[in-house]
Structures are given as structure tokens and as C-alpha cells.
């Protein structure tokens, strides 16, 4: 059984920072794909940072390209997300994803394990 738990959430003001973090429990392989996803109300689910965990390959969409950072922290099994330069645009529910293998790392699609979301809010 594996389990996410998101934290890190909130409110801040656009060209702030947030950093995200993941808790996973569970067995190692079937968490070799970790992802970070968000929804706006409205939108559909869009995929925004993704890393393969034994390689370190990391994906990033290209709406968040250069101001998100997607990092692990293999020891305590923690996936983080850190968002710098925030726009309102971000605002949004974001997800932390697991899979044992993501073919297409930032489709939601190939991911079979989600946690219950954070909210972001960035009000400009």
C-alpha cells in the first residue's frame, strides 16, 4: 500500500516562494515515478514537475520551467517542490503522484498513487 501526504500549502503574494512536500510510504518500487500536479477549478489536472527517482531525471512543464524546482530527500522518502516567482496563474490544488513507472512523467494519466492535495493560493 502506498501512501502520499502533501504539506506546505497556503496563501502568498505573487513573486513569493513556496516549497511543497510529498511524504511517501510504502514499497520503493511502486514510487519509482513521483509527480507534482495541480488542478485549478475549471481546468483539468496538468502536470507541472515529475523525477524518476533512481536516476534523478527530472521534468518540469514549461509554464514552470526555471521558477520550480522538484527535489527528493531519499532518506526520510520526501519529495519536494519548490515554487519561487509565484503568479496568480499558479493558484491552484496541487497533488503529489506515484507510479512504478511514468512512460510520460507529467501525464496524470500514468500515475496510480495520488495524495489528497494542498491548496495554493498567489494573489496578485
Known amino acids: 500500500q502506498v501512501q502520499l501526504d502533501e504539506s506546505g500549502g497556503g496563501s502568498v503574494q505573487a513573486g513569493g516562494s513556496l516549497r511543497l512536500s510529498c511524504a511517501a510510504s510504502?514499497?520503493?518500487?511502486?514510487?519509482?515515478?513521483l509527480g507534482w500536479f495541480r488542478q485549478a477549478p475549471g481546468k483539468e489536472r496538468e502536470g507541472v514537475a515529475a523525477?524518476?527517482?533512481?536516476?534523478?531525471?527530472?521534468y518540469y512543464a514549461d509554464s514552470v520551467q526555471g521558477r520550480f524546482i522538484i527535489s527528493q530527500d531519499n532518506a526520510k522518502n520526501i519529495v519536494y517542490l519548490q515554487m519561487n516567482s509565484l503568479k496568480a496563474e499558479d493558484s491552484a490544488t496541487y497533488y503529489c503522484?506515484?507510479?512504478?513507472?511514468?512512460?510520460?512523467?507529467?501525464?496524470?494519466?500514468?500515475?496510480?498513487?495520488w495524495g489528497q492535495g494542498t491548496q495554493v493560493t498567489v494573489s496578485s
Open positions: 503522484a506515484a507510479a512504478p513507472l511514468a512512460y510520460w512523467p507529467l501525464r496524470p494519466a500514468d500515475y496510480k498513487y
Open positions: 510504502g514499497y520503493t518500487d511502486s514510487t519509482a515515478s
Open positions: 523525477l524518476r527517482r533512481r536516476s534523478g531525471i527530472t
